[in-house]
């Protein structure tokens, strides 16, 4: 905190990390839900660029909070912030950003099976992302190795996906549900689908806060998470607010410092794509359990893992949504939005 402001910042440069927060900042949510002074001036602070390098973070997250003076980032890995706490770090999670994988599966015509991509090309955004990580887990279970038998091939995102699994540069990769059909009629094959393996969901990305503001300041971060979930509503509430969220993208890749961020790679395309967004309606990250037991199996836990109630600090979170659920200027938004969320099962 400086200046008496809460600072809030992201933890990975991906642009998609920025859009919930911008939508809260932009459409007055935080300021509305609290986060203002006694004089009418806001007190919180976005700072846009990236905490750390990607791929750093499971190691420098609370030293980077710590040099920046930041309160709450946005979107880091669970098993960072397990990691840390494992270690003394005073961070924890207070909400959850993507509790589902949204992503499916898909191998080349021909590939029916995890095994059968022995030697062949998998598609991910980034080596180290939540993409690779997660069907990592998946092809050692087939039996794979994965330093030997695949290949890694990396700037697999939408809009240009698609195109990479229709020309062979990629022989599996991820897609979004509603795209699969299409996908099958060509000759291509279902491999996996997440959402039927994390019935719980799968936190991959989480918000996580200090202590010290959490003890300090707890009204300024349900204030925070308010504003949020609200956000998380905005998006999601489709077709209604497609026309602002694409423009905010479109805005936020122009000034991104990343080149890889400011062409090809598009994620807010149509309503459809935003409605399938893995911001839970609720703000609380699940399925703490699963990810950690698939983590230890993967031998990826060499520490003695914290009980998920020392690294968790949901009261809030789940204050701030019963609030919101109980005013009545916000009951048609969340009525929309839930029919989403019950359609595509989160």
């Given at each position: 905190?400086?200046?008496?402001?809460?600072?809030i910042?992201?933890?990975?440069?991906?642009?998609?990390?920025?859009?919930?927060?911008?939508?809260?900042?932009?459409?007055?949510?935080?300021?509305?839900?609290?986060?203002?002074?006694?004089?009418?001036?806001?007190?919180?602070?976005i700072?846009?660029?990236?905490?750390?390098?990607?791929?750093?973070?499971?190691?420098?997250?609370?030293?980077?909070?710590?040099?920046?003076?930041?309160?709450?980032?946005?979107?880091?890995q669970?098993?960072?912030?397990?990691?840390?706490?494992?270690r003394?770090?005073?961070?924890?999670?207070?909400?959850?950003?993507?509790?589902?994988?949204?992503?499916?599966?898909?191998?080349?015509?021909?590939?029916?099976?995890?095994?059968?991509?022995?030697?062949?090309?998998?598609?991910?955004?980034?080596?180290?992302?939540?993409?690779?990580?997660?069907?990592?887990?998946?092809?050692?279970?087939?039996?794979?190795?994965?330093?030997?038998?695949?290949?890694w091939?990396?700037?697999?995102?939408?809009?240009?996906?698609?195109?990479?699994?229709?020309?062979?540069?990629?022989?599996?990769?991820?897609?979004a549900?509603?795209?699969?059909?299409?996908?099958?009629?060509?000759?291509?094959?279902?491999?996996?689908?997440?959402?039927?393996q994390?019935?719980?969901?799968?936190?991959?990305?989480?918000?996580?806060?200090?202590?010290?503001?959490?003890?300090?300041?707890?009204?300024?971060?349900?204030?925070?998470?308010?504003?949020?979930?609200?956000?998380?509503?905005?998006?999601?509430?489709?077709?209604?607010?497609?026309?602002?969220?694409?423009?905010?993208?479109?805005?936020?890749?122009?000034?991104?410092?990343?080149?890889?961020e400011?062409?090809?790679?598009?994620?807010?395309?149509?309503?459809?794509?935003?409605?399938?967004?893995?911001?839970?309606?609720?703000?609380?990250?699940t399925?703490?359990?699963?990810?950690?037991a698939?983590?230890?199996?993967?031998?990826?836990?060499?520490?003695?893992?914290?009980?998920?109630?020392?690294?968790?600090?949901?009261?809030?979170?789940?204050?701030?949504?019963?609030?919101?659920?109980?005013?009545?200027?916000?009951?048609?938004?969340?009525?929309?939005?839930?029919?989403?969320?019950?359609?595509?099962?989160?």
């Amino acid at each position: 905190m400086i200046d008496g402001k809460l600072l809030i910042a992201p933890t990975c440069y991906h642009v998609l990390h920025l859009i919930p927060v911008m939508v809260a900042h932009e459409m007055g949510l935080f300021y509305d839900e609290g986060l203002r002074t006694e004089a009418g001036f806001r007190c919180y602070e976005i700072q846009r660029q990236s905490l750390v390098p990607f791929g750093l973070e499971k190691f420098g997250i609370t030293q980077a909070m710590k040099e920046r003076s930041v309160d709450i980032a946005l979107d880091v890995q669970s098993r960072t912030v397990f990691f840390q706490r494992a270690r003394g770090a005073d961070l924890y999670i207070i909400a959850g950003w993507r509790n589902q994988h949204v992503n499916v599966w898909v191998g080349a015509p021909g590939i029916k099976s995890l095994k059968e991509l022995k030697g062949k090309r998998v598609g991910v955004g980034d080596l180290s992302g939540n993409r690779q990580w997660g069907i990592s887990i998946w092809l050692r279970k087939a039996g794979l190795n994965l330093e030997q038998d695949v290949e890694w091939v990396t700037g697999i995102f939408p809009p240009t996906h698609l195109e990479a699994l229709r020309t062979g540069k990629i022989d599996c990769g991820p897609v979004a549900p509603w795209e699969v059909d299409n996908l099958r009629k060509q000759g291509f094959n279902l491999l996996l689908s997440l959402r039927d393996q994390y019935p719980n969901g799968r936190p991959e990305r989480v918000i996580a806060a200090t202590g010290a503001i959490l003890e300090d300041k707890p009204m300024w971060v349900k204030s925070f998470l308010k504003g949020m979930i609200r956000a998380y509503w905005f998006i999601r509430d489709q077709p209604h607010n497609f026309d602002y969220v694409n423009k905010l993208e479109k805005r936020l890749r122009l000034e991104s410092l990343a080149p890889n961020e400011r062409v090809g790679k598009f994620v807010c395309q149509s309503p459809v794509d935003m409605e399938g967004m893995p911001f839970p309606i609720d703000g609380r990250p699940t399925g703490f359990e699963d990810l950690l037991a698939e983590e230890k199996t993967a031998g990826e836990l060499s520490y003695d893992v914290p009980d998920i109630k020392e690294v968790c600090a949901l009261d809030l979170v789940e204050e701030a949504f019963q609030e919101l659920r109980e005013r009545p200027d916000l009951a048609d938004q969340f009525e929309r939005v839930s029919g989403v969320a019950k359609r595509l099962g989160y």
